[in-house]
């Protein structure tokens, strides 16, 4: 028999829904989980890798059998550039659980040699892992909550969403009562909503960079990332509001499967936007736009995550409302003189 | 800092198939924790909480060394014994 080995990741993408599946399947019982090893998206989230050692693979011989990935990333807060890992795609093969032990001490020692910050990851009380981090390491760790993150949603196919997440009848009611499974319709305005292009590309990066500075932790993009970002096809995808030529908003999207007992269904995660400036009827035609662009690729559901850095009131406007589930944006943090606790904007993608 | 109390590999050994609830006879020096006894991410931590009531240091950045119940051994005794981490 040999050691389960630490090692950098192969690659082979493949591997990842054999890994993962049973375990979420079962850990989740009757809930419903966000499927980060679709090998699309799987591949969409480590393009942006420079070094393998960010991903590192548990191995037992030849076969998988846990993962975890370090996606280096700049962010600016309260004036400073730091060097930030967002950690994910934690997974674990259900008869080597433990390994996700190994993988967790393994990345501690490659962050510090990276030279990181900070690395922020997502928890969800559903999980297994928040139970691990709660317990144990959250009470001998520097680990900070920076957020805890609400959702809003509107239902773009409510039948679907029922079966879904299983919808009781008086919550199917209160999603009627409230709109929030009507069509968002665009009112006229004097610009134009479309798909985005590469074209797009250095005005919405110019965009992006107004967030930097506004007492709110930014990721900062460079223009390949920020591409890939905006566009990936059958991943991710953006809808843009242009007024006389120039790019003046945008809105993107991830297009996530989340999968249950009661089968796969996609939702569209809004992740970067930006409005500032637009009014209320520029802003409703955005989201109409998101509405089109969201059906059109098979999504049943918009979600949103309170990251805070832009005013929502339009979501509301457009039905958008809340959804009774959370997760925390927790940090785990290696400078000595940050804090990231309690930051209440996060420009920055949620997975 | 305490040191842990040195103690005999049978000792171990019983103390590490109470923890894990599974029978004295699996835990040979050659056992895995993960794979051969079945030790998932809950009990890993659980185990490491345990062995540092009784004084036993593990840096997490070190725990993946520690695979199988014969290394765990070998770094306990020489904590134990003032040589260890």
Known sequence: MSKIELRDFDGDLKALPAMAYDTLF??????????????????HLLADVPDPRFVIGAYDGARLVALIANL??????????????????????????????????????????????FAVFILDKYNRSWHMFEQYLKPRHRIELVKTMHALVH???LAKVVTSQNLKWY?????????????????????????????????????????????????????????????????????VYELGGAVEGFINFTVHELVSKRGRQRWAWLD????????????????????QAS????????????????????????????????????????????????????????? | M????????????????????????????????????????????DLLLHLEKRGFQVPLDSVWRMQTVGEAYDCYQQQATGHGL
């Open chain 1, 26 to 43: 079962e850990e989740y019982g009757a809930a419903t989980w966000i499927d980060l090893n679709r090998p699309e998206v799987a591949q």
């Open chain 1, 171 to 239: 919550e199917v009611a209160a999603i009627k009562l409230l709109g929030a499974h009507r069509p968002i319709t665009a009112p006229a305005v004097p610009g134009t909503v479309r798909d985005y292009t590469d074209a797009d590309l250095s005005a919405i990066l110019t965009l992006t960079r107004r967030y930097s500075d506004q007492n709110c932790l930014v990721r900062v993009f460079n223009a390949d990332s920020l591409a890939r970002r905006l566009h990936t096809e059958n991943v991710t995808a953006t809808v």
């Open chain 2, 2 to 45: 305490t040191r842990p109390e040195p103690l005999s590999f049978a000792a171990f050994q019983q103390m590490l198939a109470d923890l894990l609830h599974v029978d004295v006879a699996q835990v040979t020096p050659e056992a895995y924790f993960v794979r051969d006894l079945g030790v998932d991410s809950m009990r890993l931590l």
């Open chain 1, 295 to 351: 059906r059109e690729r098979g999504c049943i559901a918009i979600m949103e995550w309170n990251k805070n850095y832009y005013a929502p009131g339009a979501l509301c406007r457009a039905h958008f409302i809340p959804y009774p589930h959370f997760i925390e944006l927790n940090a785990w943090v290696f400078n000595p003189h940050l804090s990231l606790r309690g930051i209440d904007k996060i420009f920055e993608q949620i997975t």
């Open chain 1, 155 to 157: 239902a773009v196919d």
């Open chain 1, 72 to 117: 280096p990333r700049l962010y600016r807060l309260n004036g400073q550039t730091y060097k930030g890992v967002t950690t994910t795609l934690l997974a674990a093969h259900k008869d080597y659980r433990g390994a996700a032990v190994y993988l967790i001490s393994e990345c501690l020692r490659r962050n510090a040699e990276f030279g990181a910050d």
């Open chain 1, 272 to 291: 970067f936007l930006y409005w500032e400036g637009l009014s209320g009827h520029e802003k409703q035609a955005l989201l109409a736009g998101l509405w």
